[in-house]
């Protein structure tokens, strides 16, 4: 028995090869992240991919390569996100680090608020408090739709999850059919067993 990745678990193969000429986002179970072009794929995952940034999490912070074209295996992929699925969760990375900034900012506001007041500079205050009032509704907004497009995103990785089980159901009732006019019950129970995998 083969130990490769089974496809489906990642995105069906229609869908991956519908990802071909465009970029995607690999998830590796080392917790790398890639971001490249993908060029081709066999049955089993194993995929080439052009004009790569790898992103790796290390305890000195976050290491990127570029690199131009790579092979990886597909036993050791976690996850694959197609462009507009990468996209999304991108843009919601992306407000989620605005909305930190923001929370910085505001600290910052709040301590030169302070100061202003333990100097007894009322006016300067005012403005530091308004300062640090408006980040921190920025730094909601960016939490808030930060939110709303990762729930998007989410919803649109269901609905292709249902797709495929939606596509396999059809394949199988077009073979319970088949095996129920020939009245063949270990066909039948062979496929109900496969059904239920």
Do not use: P, Q, T, Y
């Given at each position: 028995m083969s130990t490769a990745t089974n496809p489906s678990t990642l995105l069906p193969l229609e869908l991956i090869d519908k990802c071909v000429g465009s970029r995607i986002w690999v998830i590796m179970k080392s917790e790398k992240e890639i971001v490249g072009t993908l060029i081709g794929f066999d049955d089993y995952v194993n995929m080439v991919l052009e004009d790569v940034v790898e992103y790796e999490t290390t305890p000195e912070g976050k290491r990127v390569t570029k690199l131009d074209t790579i092979l990886l295996n597909g036993n050791h992929i976690t996850m694959l996100v197609p462009d507009h699925l990468f996209?999304?969760?991108?843009?919601?990375?992306?407000?989620?680090?605005?909305?930190?900034?923001?929370?910085?900012?505001?600290?910052e506001e709040k301590l030169k608020l302070t100061n202003a007041l333990?100097?007894?500079?009322?006016?300067?205050a005012q403005v530091h408090a308004e300062n640090a009032i408006r980040k921190k509704n920025e730094s909601l907004n960016y939490l808030r739709m930060s939110a709303r497009i990762d729930a998007v995103a989410a919803r649109v990785q269901t609905a292709a999850t249902q797709k495929r089980v939606t596509t396999s159901m059809q394949g199988v009732v077009k073979a319970m059919?088949?095996?129920?006019?020939?009245?063949?019950?270990?066909k039948v129970q062979n496929l109900m067993d496969r059904f239920e995998k």
């Open positions: 996209n999304l969760r991108f843009a919601a990375k992306e407000l989620s680090r605005n909305a930190k900034k923001c929370e910085k900012m505001e600290k333990k100097k007894g500079n009322r006016e300067v059919e088949s095996a129920m006019k020939s009245m063949n019950l270990e």
